[in-house]
């Protein structure tokens, strides 16, 4: 009798953990907010999410780049919402080659990034933008997180600025960039260099509750985290 209580007791911890197991798959799946739709190579059907109107252009697969500034898998993206439109590339490089990688890419309340499983398998996957969440902006768009909007208004290039005897110089070679954030009605510009310049490292900017961590520079776009500043709810 001992012996079949113990066995009746391992077998209901057992299904109380298969249980538990799927409860908390289940709520992780319904958690996900993100939208994906399967990509076939070259053209692809128009995609409704939301209030988007999505036209995959073309997904270009390549199993063998022809050298490294060449992408595996590019993505070409015409977005409209309302009147306003967007028109963009994903990329994707070798496994190693992160820093040419440019999504998840934000465009107003969105990101837009790839998933892929190989090069035969791949989703385009359509989020809502948040806080904590890495993020590309590109030169003259907006990225919208809650209240805080953010445009990425101006970068000068500094790579050809004279030095005192009018020739080029090496050590003025960089871009000023300029970020105008607005949020309840109050707006702010805040401006810094590129980060291979004065900055070795990431960098961050703070205005009201939030922090603008730069992740990466260049003259087409930004990679930026927001985050709320310590302290503040």
């Known amino acids: 009798m001992v012996i079949k209580k113990t066995k009746i007791f391992l077998l209901l911890l057992l299904l109380l953990s298969i249980g538990s ?41 390549q199993d063998k780049p022809w050298n490294d500034r060449s992408a ?9 919402e309302g009147t306003k439109k967007f028109h963009t590339f ?3 490089f070798e496994k190693g080659k992160d820093q040419a990688i440019n999504y998840p890419l934000a465009w107003g309340n969105y990101v837009f990034s790839m998933e892929i499983k190989d090069q035969e398998t791949v989703q385009l ?14 030169f003259g768009e907006n990225a919208i997180i809650g209240d805080l909007k953010i445009n990425f208004k101006e970068v000068t290039d500094v790579m050809d600025a004279p030095s005192l005897d ?11 960039y300029d970020l105008v954030l607005s949020s309840n009605k109050e707006q702010k510009t805040l401006s810094f260099n590129s980060l291979n310049f004065y900055n070795k490292t990431e960098m961050s900017l703070e205005w009201n509750e939030y922090k603008i961590i730069v992740l990466y520079t260049d003259l087409n776009s930004l990679k930026l ?7 503040v709810k």
């Not at 985290?225 to 302290?231: A, D, L, T």
């Open 72 to 80: 595996s898998i590019q993505l070409e993206l015409n977005i409209e």
């Open 225 to 231: 985290m927001v985050n709320k500043r310590s302290g």
């Open 21 to 61: 197991i799927g409860n908390a798959q289940t709520k992780k799946t319904m958690n996900s907010s993100a939208f994906k739709s399967s990509l076939n190579k070259g053209e692809n059907k128009l995609i409704h999410y939301k209030t988007l109107t999505i036209t995959p252009v073309n997904l270009f697969i």
């Open 90 to 92: 994903l990329w994707y």
């Open 125 to 138: 996957v359509v989020d809502t933008l948040n806080l904590g969440t890495p993020f590309f902006i590109n």
């Open 166 to 176: 009018g020739a080029p110089s090496d050590a003025e070679s960089y871009a000023e």
